[in-house]
């Protein structure tokens, strides 16, 4: 158990609508990324949040935006799905240490399908 | 800028040696080791950093060269519990910041 929550676990959309993904990061952890990992992938970055800002983004369209909130907990919100967006959603959540490295923990995903 | 695992993947006897690689085009600051069972999420193992760092969690170990922009994830007399997919990360920046990159992954099956 990495305390990183994730909700929720397993979404059904149909193309064209939206869709909003939550998590909560670990206790003490200020930074959190999103990922998708289609089958079979590895996960691709998405954009991460630090203290409230986008701190860095991956190759996804505006459709695709997020949030965090003072708690550190984060959403993903995806407009105007297409039938690619289906994926295994991740976030991670991190701290960076006194060396500037940090551990990522990632919490059980979202499974999201779209019809 | 993805770094490539080879190899995709391995299949072996429970007690045998299995060695992943992951290299990078890029300079590496570090690399982070995961692995994902089958509809869970990835688990983090470890972290390298560079310097020629090499790590240990019980029987998997993992080295970094830097010069060659390399990892290796060494896993010795492997249990049934050590099947999955593992996952290098490294680090690759991103707007000016530092965010992980994962490679394609390299399928374990440990059989009995």
């Known amino acids: 158990e990495t305390g990183v929550t994730q909700s929720p676990t397993h979404l059904i959309k149909t193309r064209g609508q939206q869709v909003t993904l939550r998590c909560s990061s670990q206790?003490?952890?200020?930074?959190v990324s999103w990922y998708q990992q289609a089958l079979g992938q590895g996960p691709q970055f998405i954009f991460q949040?630090?203290?409230?800002?986008?701190?860095g983004r991956g190759n996804f369209p505006p459709r695709f935006s997020g949030l965090q909130f003072p708690n550190y907990s984060s959403e993903l919100n995806v407009n105007a799905l297409e039938l690619d967006d289906s994926a295994l959603y991740l976030c991670?959540?991190?701290?960076?240490?006194?060396?500037?490295?940090?551990?990522?923990?990632f919490g059980p995903g979202t499974r999201l399908t779209v019809t | 800028q993805q770094p490539v695992q080879s190899p995709q993947a391995v299949i072996l006897r429970e007690g045998e040696d299995a060695v992943i690689n992951c290299s990078s085009s890029?300079?590496?600051?570090?690399v982070h080791w995961y692995r994902q069972k089958h509809g869970e999420a990835p688990v983090f193992l470890m972290i390298?950093?560079?310097?020629?760092e090499q790590k240990g969690h019980e029987k998997i170990s993992a080295s970094f060269n830097e010069k060659k922009q390399q990892s290796s994830l060494y896993l010795t007399a492997s249990q049934l519990s050590y099947s999955g997919t593992y996952f290098c990360?490294?680090?690759?920046?991103?707007?000016?910041?530092?965010?992980?990159?994962f490679g394609q992954g390299t399928r374990l099956t440990i059989n009995p």
């Open positions: 991670a959540s991190s701290l960076v240490n006194l060396r500037g490295t940090y551990e990522q923990y």
């Open positions: 206790s003490g952890h200020n930074t």
């Open positions: 949040y630090y203290r409230e800002e986008e701190n």
């Open positions: 890029k300079a590496l600051y570090s």
């Open positions: 390298l950093l560079k310097g020629g």
């Open positions: 990360g490294t680090d690759t920046i991103i707007q000016g910041a530092q965010k992980l990159v």
